[in-house]
Structures are given as structure tokens and as C-alpha cells.
């Protein structure tokens, strides 16, 4: 699992449905959501 940190939540939690992107400048990112409250994680160069 991914870790990264929730602004909602102001903690660090593991990613739930974490999905690899490319960000518009070529660099390597993951997308996910948060297990506890449901916001968007978004975690760079992983």
C-alpha cells in the first residue's frame, strides 16, 4: 500500500484505490482516496 498524507484528515494514511499517473511535466505520481473520511490523496514521485 501507498502512503501519503490527508489534508482532511491531517494525517498520514495508507492509500485506498491508489492508480499511477503522469503529471503534465513527465513526472511519475499516485492518485487515490482516503480510507477514513473519502477525500482525494494525491502523492508525487510514487
Known sequence: MVE???VKCK???E??????VTM????KA?????PTCG???YRIGG
Do not use: E, L, S, V
Request: net charge positive; charged share 25%; with cysteine.
Open 4 to 6: 501519503a498524507y490527508c
Open 15 to 20: 492509500m485506498k484505490n491508489p492508480t499511477a
Open 11 to 13: 494525517a498520514k494514511r
Open 24 to 27: 503534465k511535466n513527465g513526472r
Open 39 to 41: 477525500c482525494g490523496m
Open 30 to 34: 499516485t492518485k487515490g482516496t482516503c
